[in-house]
């Protein structure tokens, strides 16, 4: 049996149990394909450390190995012909929070304005990512929410998040200036973007996957001078997120009960499952410190905190 095949149960069988596995199935596809060129039936030490001493860095070696492993041992569990590799091959990887970077508005409009040039000229594909590059900057979505969504989830009240993180649906409200954006685009996409029901799709008629938009948003982001060269930090597709989250705190001012009541609609209009995972999005900036520094000012001339 090819590996391939071992992946597509694997991957089944994760998905039956209700997790998305989006990003570990396209790791594993390509160490099947990468198995299955060298003939491999069951999985092998040598053959997963060779393949995750590809990635770009120790650290991304480490991530590969481990979604490799934890597929070995499924496998391991039902023919000991799988080998499962050691765990500590590239050390012990410590994951750690990529930094967010808070993105200027002047910045996501020229990440946007250069979605335009991005090939094929003349198509739906860079309107597309210019577009979705707005909507993304505009209500701080997940990407995979965004590419989920379907023509018909842009309705009256906004927009029909269907298929979250949690397997919850939940309507988010849009601006005007956001809802006018998505008409011109549907405009356009449903004159040229094909029979596909999803809002976003590319000029060969499918959505995009959310590795492609994140090479996208990267390559722009080089271009209009955000990023360096790879293995360079710099802004990420899901920066976009952060820097909506914060912007809109900072539009809330200092005052702590409309901060309380503010943070509760935040994590209700992000699809959080507590209010926790929003505070994780929060990074200080010039605005929020002032905010604090004259909370804390008045705090200790007595006045309201």
Same mark, same amino acid.
């Given at each position: 049996?090819?590996?391939?095949?071992?992946?597509? %149960?694997?991957?089944?069988?994760?998905?039956?149990?209700?997790?998305?596995?989006?990003? /570990?199935?396209?790791?594993?596809?390509?160490?099947?394909?990468?198995?299955?060129?060298?003939?491999?039936?069951?999985?092998?030490?040598?053959?997963?450390?060779?393949?995750?001493?590809?990635?770009?860095?120790?650290?991304?070696?480490?991530?590969?190995?481990?979604?490799?492993?934890?597929?070995?041992?499924?496998?391991?569990?039902?023919?000991?012909?799988?080998? $499962?590799?050691? %765990?500590?091959?590239?050390?012990?990887?410590?994951?750690?929070? +990529?930094?967010?970077?808070?993105?200027?508005?002047?910045?996501?409009?020229?990440?946007? %304005?250069?979605?335009? &040039?991005?090939?094929?000229?003349?198509?739906?594909?860079?309107?597309?990512?210019?577009?979705?590059?707005?909507?993304?900057?505009?209500?701080?979505?997940?990407?995979?929410?965004?590419?989920?969504?379907?023509?018909?989830?842009?309705?009256?009240?906004?927009?029909?998040?269907?298929?979250?993180?949690?397997?919850?649906?939940?309507?988010? +409200? $849009?601006? /005007?200036?956001?809802?006018?954006?998505?008409?011109?685009?549907? #405009?356009?996409?449903?004159?040229?973007?094909?029979?596909?029901?999803?809002?976003?799709?590319?000029? &060969?008629? $499918?959505?995009?996957?959310? !590795?492609?938009?994140?090479?996208?948003?990267?390559?722009?982001?080089?271009?209009?001078?955000?990023?360096?060269?790879?293995?360079?930090?710099?802004?990420?597709?899901?920066?976009?997120?952060?820097?909506?989250? #914060?912007?809109?705190?900072? %539009? =809330?001012?200092?005052?702590?009960?409309?901060?309380?009541?503010?943070?509760?609609?935040?994590? &209700?209009?992000?699809?959080?499952? =507590?209010?926790?995972? !929003?505070?994780?999005?929060?990074?200080?900036?010039?605005?929020? #410190?002032? /905010?604090?520094?004259?909370?804390?000012?008045?705090?200790?001339?007595?006045?309201?905190?």
């Amino acid at each position: 049996m090819p590996m391939s095949t071992h992946v597509e %149960r694997y991957v089944a069988l994760k998905r039956g149990l209700g997790c998305s596995f989006t990003d /570990q199935a396209q790791m594993l596809e390509k160490f099947s394909a990468f198995a299955d060129r060298h003939g491999d039936e069951f999985t092998s030490s040598a053959r997963m450390v060779a393949w995750a001493s590809m990635a770009s860095s120790p650290c991304r070696s480490g991530e590969w190995l481990r979604v490799a492993r934890n597929f070995a041992i499924a496998m391991h569990a039902e023919d000991d012909r799988h080998e $499962i590799p050691s %765990r500590d091959v590239f050390g012990k990887v410590k994951r750690r929070r +990529p930094p967010p970077h808070i993105i200027a508005a002047a910045d996501i409009e020229r990440i946007m %304005r250069a979605a335009l &040039t991005l090939p094929p000229v003349a198509s739906l594909t860079p309107y597309t990512y210019h577009y979705l590059f707005g909507v993304l900057a505009a209500t701080g979505l997940r990407v995979s929410e965004a590419i989920g969504l379907f023509q018909t989830d842009v309705t009256l009240d906004g927009l029909l998040i269907r298929e979250t993180k949690f397997h919850k649906t939940r309507l988010v +409200p $849009i601006d /005007q200036s956001t809802r006018g954006a998505l008409e011109e685009y549907l #405009v356009l996409r449903r004159r040229i973007g094909g029979e596909d029901p999803h809002l976003y799709v590319l000029s &060969t008629g $499918i959505p995009p996957d959310r !590795t492609s938009v994140s090479r996208a948003f990267i390559r722009l982001a080089r271009e209009v001078g955000l990023r360096g060269d790879a293995g360079v930090h710099g802004p990420r597709l899901h920066d976009l997120r952060h820097s909506f989250a #914060v912007r809109s705190l900072e %539009r =809330c001012g200092g005052e702590r009960a409309a901060i309380d009541r503010h943070m509760l609609a935040l994590s &209700t209009y992000l699809g959080h499952a =507590c209010l926790s995972d !929003t505070y994780w999005y929060l990074e200080a900036t010039p605005v929020l #410190v002032r /905010q604090i520094a004259a909370a804390t000012e008045a705090f200790r001339e007595g006045g309201a905190p």
